[in-house]
T-cell receptor, first 114, second 118 residues
Framework: NAGVTQTPKFQVLKTGQSMTLQCAQD?????MSWYRQDPGMGLRLIHY???????DQGEVPNGYNVSRSTTEDFPLRLLSAAPSQTSVYFC?????????????FGQGTRLTVV | AQSVAQPEDQVNVAEGNPLTVKCTYS??????LFWYVQYPNRGLQFLLK??????LVKGSYGFEAEFNKSQTSFHLKKPSALVSDSALYFC????????????????FGQGTTLQVKP
């Protein structure tokens, strides 16, 4: 059981480049989300999805794009990378219910924008 | 607005001593509360949760947490700390009322670094 798989683990981008962070889960979870982790700020929600074809913005969506064409995959796209997007990115998934089930997290992608 | 506060950036404790990592929350309805742990260069791992029922919740690795509704707190505790417990700990909440109640959205605190010294 792989759980939540994120790729790549590390990435260095130049300012202005674009890239896609991949996230896949094999637990048939309806809910998937992307967070960024910055020192002293905890985890902040970027985008989330409650099912295939449905996405919505979180707390810090600017500069990021998402889509959810299947239940399993939820890629995060950086349209034009900026140094302010240097961060550690986590994908998470859980069952969509009244909130009692815990979320499962991927191992993270450490992104540096130079 | 929903929020979670972890008032301590770092907690230091000697191995074998009890530890407490503090968390307070603010939600509009009844909360679902979670604790996660993050070891260096790893993702977040689930420790325990409070949904309803007994205010003392037991979780993984000997950790427990006490839910206090009147103080809106959910402090993480362990009777005897281990050096291997050193990590970053996050408290998180889901609201059970309102438009986000069934979306799975989690609100996180800023995290508390636990340092256990031999």
């Amino acid at each position: 059981n792989a759980g939540v798989t994120q790729t790549p683990k590390f990435q260095v981008l130049k300012t202005g480049q674009s890239m896609t962070l991949q996230c896949a889960q094999d637990m048939n979870h309806e809910y998937m989300s992307w967070y960024r982790q910055d020192p002293g700020m905890g985890l902040r929600l970027i985008h989330y999805s409650v099912g295939a074809g449905i996405t919505d913005q979180g707390e810090v969506p600017n500069g990021y794009n998402v889509s959810r064409s299947t239940t399993e995959d939820f890629p995060l796209r950086l349209l034009s990378a900026a140094p302010s997007q240097t961060s550690v990115y986590f994908c998470a998934s859980s069952y969509r219910d009244r909130g009692s089930t815990e979320a499962f997290f991927g191992q993270g992608t450490r992104l540096t924008v130079v | 607005a929903q929020s979670v506060a972890q008032p301590e950036d770092q907690v230091n404790v000697a191995e074998g001593n009890p530890l407490t990592v503090k968390c307070t929350y603010s939600v509009s309805g009844n909360p679902y509360l979670f604790w996660y742990v993050q070891y260096p260069n790893r993702g977040l791992q689930f420790l325990l949760k409070y949904i309803t029922g007994d205010n003392l919740v037991k979780g993984s690795y000997g950790f427990e947490a006490e839910f206090n509704k009147s103080q809106t707190s959910f402090h993480l505790k362990k009777p005897s700390a281990l050096v291997s417990d050193s990590a970053l700990y996050f408290c998180a909440v889901r609201d059970t009322y309102g438009p986000s109640s069934n979306t799975g959205k989690l609100i996180f605190g800023q995290g508390t670094t636990l340092q256990v010294k031999p």
